[in-house]
């Protein structure tokens, strides 16, 4: 598998442009990933409207003004269990990015009717919605752990897979078409363990649940680069994974705590040692892009680039890596850059990167 991380995602896109902007609902659009996707989407001189939906109107309230009251941008106080707020919203939408869950693992376990609620029954509402609305293209967002899942927010997500490539057969010969997008850990996203380990390094001491433990690791950038390009791909049933580098646990906690000691704490329940982006059963229909993978929903949607049988993509067997520096170099970048970070927030369209 040759190195990808560096690599963007070039946008095949033109159709959007040619049938005039688009508008996009962007659920979850007040989190990590909406707020970078809205920056990257309105630099962009496409002339979209965006509508965000989520439920709280602080976290609103705070980005209209951080994005300077955009007319661009809508906000929709919503809640993606009510179906009726969301058949609303999505009235004269061309393209749905669902992004709004549930996604703390251990809240998720607490809290499991809640998580099946926002992440499952979310989905298809979205999905029912989407359709009847007559929304063209529907891309969401899932995750690593709703492979093989050890713990319920895994399981929701992996759900919620399930109900967006079946979408499809939902839509029947209606217009709209689903996808996914399924990647690893988000850099610095809310919730991350960087803030966590940069109090830690403080005292001295970092804690670390197992010295073996891997992750897949990408910015919130690519995170939207990858969004857009597999947004401007759908056909319908796909699950697109990028391919991105693996880190060690304990090369992170290095790159942040110096100084400091690691101490191991025993893995959590709910917790993998590695995580899969790919299975081996999935593969038998997965086509190989070169810095992507594209699981189909029907084999003979496969292609020439099939990939090899029983290829298996995993965390631990990956064979693009991040060293200590090079971790610490990238948590330098977003750390530099105050429009990945969730706070504070100061919207300058001239100094957003291509
Ligand atoms: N961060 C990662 O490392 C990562 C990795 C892989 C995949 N993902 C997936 O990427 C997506 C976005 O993640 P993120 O990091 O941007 O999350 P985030 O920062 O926690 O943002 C979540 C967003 O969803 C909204 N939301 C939550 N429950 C909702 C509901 N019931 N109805 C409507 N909106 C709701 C939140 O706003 P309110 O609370 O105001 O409603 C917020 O805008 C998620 O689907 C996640 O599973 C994330």
């Not at 007040?30 to 989407?41: I, P």
């Not at 010969?173 to 850099?187: I, L, P, Q």
């Not at 991040?322 to 948590?331: A, N």
């Not at 970048?333 to 100094?351: C, D, F, I």
Request: net charge positive; proline share 5%.
């Amino acid at each position: 598998m040759r190195p990808a991380f560096c690599e963007t995602w070039q946008i095949a896109g033109g159709d959007e442009v040619e049938n005039g902007p688009p508008t996009i609902l962007l659920t979850g659009g007040t989190g990590t990933f909406g707020q970078a996707y809205v920056r990257r989407r309105l630099a962009g001189k496409n002339g979209e409207l965006i509508r965000i939906f989520s439920r709280d109107e602080m976290k609103q309230y705070e980005m209209a003004q951080a994005f300077g009251d955009d007319p661009r941008l809508r906000f929709f106080i919503g809640d993606v269990r009510d179906k009726e707020r969301l058949r609303r919203a999505m009235d004269g939408v061309d393209l749905v990015v669902h992004a709004a869950a549930m996604k703390h693992v251990p809240i998720c376990e607490f809290n499991p009717a809640e998580a099946v609620k926002t992440n499952v029954d979310g989905a298809q509402n979205v999905v029912d919605c989407s359709i009847d609305a007559a929304v063209s293209r529907v891309v969401a967002l899932s995750t690593d752990k709703a492979v093989n899942p050890v713990n319920l927010y895994g399981a929701t997500k992996l759900c919620a897979e399930k109900i967006f490539v079946h979408g499809n057969v939902y839509a029947g010969a209606r217009a709209t078409s689903f996808a996914c997008v399924r990647y690893g850990n988000v850099m610095a996203s809310r919730g991350s363990v960087i803030p966590l380990f940069r109090k830690q390094a403080q005292k001295g001491v970092l804690t670390i649940t197992d010295r073996r433990m891997t992750r897949f690791w990408l910015s919130v950038q690519q995170a939207v680069d990858f969004v857009d390009f597999a947004a401007s791909r759908v056909r319908g049933g796909e699950i697109f994974i990028p391919k991105i580098p693996s880190m060690r646990v304990i090369d992170l906690a290095k790159a942040i705590g110096r100084q400091a000691r690691i101490e191991e704490v025993g893995i959590r329940p709910g917790e993998k040692l590695h995580e899969i982006l790919m299975t081996a059963e999935e593969s038998a229909r997965a086509s190989d892009g070169g810095s992507y993978l594209v699981v189909h929903a029907k084999p003979e949607r496969v292609g020439r680039n099939r990939v090899a049988d029983g290829f298996i993509y995993t965390s631990d067997t990956n064979q693009e890596w991040l060293s200590v520096k090079k971790i610490r170099e990238l948590i330098g970048e977003v750390e530099r850059k105050p429009w990945v970070r969730r706070e504070p927030l100061t919207y300058a369209p001239a100094a957003v990167p291509a």
